[in-house]
């Protein structure tokens, strides 16, 4: 499996893979670099096809340490949510279009641990998804009516939409995703990706007789981080979302501290001992490191705390050993 050093993230959709044999199309997937694998559940009610469950998944789960994204196209989820988490899915999404409450199973998603969303036909209204948005991980556009891949990609419908779909997403301050699902190829990436969308559903492109599926994968997430440069980011390439950058330096017990800070406020954190300064318990200091693309927001809220973590560390190296053992 590669890394991905891009902005843009590909979640591969088995849709059109050989259903008979999905381990298969799992280790391709995997080899290919892909991000993640997304997984789509037709119960032939709510869409007019069928496909696989809960169980097939948990089968699945064994083949493949890559996320499973599950957009669940299900007229009941509440009945079956459960399953799917215990099956070991990392995120599901439902539709707002369901007849069902849809809050109980946002909660149950997110009490879980897992990252919850939802979904919206091309023709509905991103208003219907408001009422939700504080439960909301992930905002899934359909450019594509549900039910079957291989359809025509609606572009009008991704433009209008992308935006608006960030604004519901405001609340989260490191994390949160604009999924767009279908029609997504080598044609159509670069004008998905000029919309500032974070995740790119590709299902049929990838299994075209004859193409390389590795070759495929990075040529769409290039196409989209191009699209994302020159369409919304003044011509400068996008900050890659695994690379992490130092935001302080400090010893270990204010490091801890200042992390657990940072942390409450959405941002993930990586205390990793640096090569910087040696203190007097032997120890180097540890380096914060954050997502690049969350530095600017964590140096807002935090450089006072920094600053006073400093000067705590600079009094408790002028006094150690006479502090506290226990915080070195």
């Not at 990609?153 to 433009?159: I, P, Q, S």
């Not at 140096?299 to 009094?315: S, T």
Request: glycine content about 10%; hydrophobic content about 40%; overall charge negative.
């Amino acid at each position: 499996m590669t890394v991905s050093t891009g902005r843009a993230r590909i979640a591969a959709s088995v849709l059109d893979a050989d259903l008979g044999n999905l381990a298969n199309a799992l280790r391709r997937i995997d080899a290919a670099g892909a991000d993640r694998v997304h997984l789509d559940v037709m119960d032939g009610h709510f869409v007019p096809n069928l496909t696989f469950g809960a169980k097939t998944i948990r089968h699945l789960r064994r083949r493949t340490e890559l996320p499973f994204d599950a957009h669940l196209m299900i007229s009941e989820p509440s009945r079956s949510i459960d399953q799917f988490l215990d099956a070991g899915c990392d995120s599901v999404t439902i539709h707002v279009e369901i007849e069902e409450p849809i809050e109980p199973t946002l909660r149950a998603i997110r009490d879980a641990g897992r990252a919850a969303g939802l979904s919206l036909r091309p023709g509905t209204p991103m208003s219907a998804l408001e009422p939700y948005a504080p439960l909301l991980d992930i905002v899934m556009i359909m450019t594509v009516e549900p039910g079957f891949g291989g359809q025509s990609f609606m572009g009008d419908v991704l433009a209008a939409k992308a935006q608006p779909a960030r604004e519901l997403l405001r609340h989260k301050t490191y994390g949160g995703e604009v999924h767009v699902d279908g029609g997504i190829n080598r044609e159509t990436a670069e004008q998905a990706g000029g919309t500032g969308v974070d995740v790119l559903v590709v299902g049929s492109a990838l299994f075209v007789r004859g193409r390389n599926i590795g070759r495929e994968v990075r040529l769409i997430r290039a196409l989209a981080d191009e699209g994302f440069q020159y369409g919304m980011n003044g011509g400068e390439p996008p900050v890659p979302r695994d690379r992490l950058v130092s935001v302080g330096a400090l010893p270990k017990h204010l490091a801890r501290r200042m992390a657990d800070e940072v942390e409450r406020g959405g941002v993930p954190v990586i205390m990793l001992r640096g090569d910087g300064r040696i203190n007097p318990d032997g120890v180097r200091d540890y380096d914060l490191l954050v997502p690049a693309s969350a530095a600017g927001i964590v140096h807002e809220r935090h450089d006072r705390d920094l600053e006073w973590a400093q000067a705590e560390a600079e009094a408790w190296r002028t006094t150690f050993p006479a502090g506290d053992p226990a915080q070195a």
